[in-house]
């Protein structure tokens, strides 16, 4: 099942992946218990596939966590605040980017943005700056 965005104490179940507005990018809670953002190749996972994780839950204490049946942890953003909060949200931005964010600020993203790249040198030229 497709949503474009979960809550607070809303879960994603295997299989049940956040859609970009644009339907460029999605975030997958995959068969194999991973978090990944796809375009049509990985971008960023959580890197728990093999795991028994059985559901990913966005906290009131600010944490995106995952979980087994059993609850235990796999796997957590460590975004925990000590202020709960029911105006969580998690989506994936039509760049690609799944952002954690309480009451529209944002606590938690992935990927890292890309590092800042120099200009190309004059029109024409094809060389980079290199320090």
């Known amino acids: 099942m497709s949503k474009t965005s979960i809550s607070t104490n809303e879960e994603l179940r295997k299989g049940e992946y956040l859609l970009s507005?644009?339907?460029?990018?999605?975030?997958?809670?995959?068969?194999?218990?991973?978090?990944?953002?796809?375009?049509?190749?990985?971008?960023?996972?959580?890197?728990?596939?093999?795991?028994?994780?059985?559901?990913?839950?966005?906290?009131?204490?600010?944490n995106l966590a995952?979980?087994?049946?059993?609850?235990?942890?796999i796997w957590l953003s460590d975004t925990h605040s000590n202020t709960t909060s029911d105006r969580m949200h998690l989506a994936i931005t039509n760049d690609g980017k799944l952002v954690l964010d309480r009451d529209g600020v944002t606590?938690?993203?992935?990927?890292?943005?890309?590092?800042?790249?120099?200009?190309?040198?004059?029109?024409?030229?094809?060389?980079?700056?290199?320090?």
């Not at 339907?23 to 194999?32: L, S, V």
């Not at 995952?66 to 942890?73: E, P, V």
């Not at 606590?107 to 290199?130: C, D, I, R, T, V």
């Open 107 to 131: 606590l938690w993203s992935k990927p890292e943005p890309f590092p800042f790249l120099p200009p190309l040198g004059p029109a024409g030229q094809n060389n980079l700056l290199l320090q």
């Open 66 to 73: 995952m979980y087994t049946s059993d609850n235990q942890i």
């Open 21 to 62: 507005t644009n339907g460029k990018f999605k975030a997958e809670f995959t068969g194999d218990g991973n978090l990944a953002i796809f375009t049509w190749n990985p971008i960023w996972s959580t890197n728990t596939a093999g795991s028994k994780a059985d559901r990913i839950v966005l906290e009131k204490n600010s």
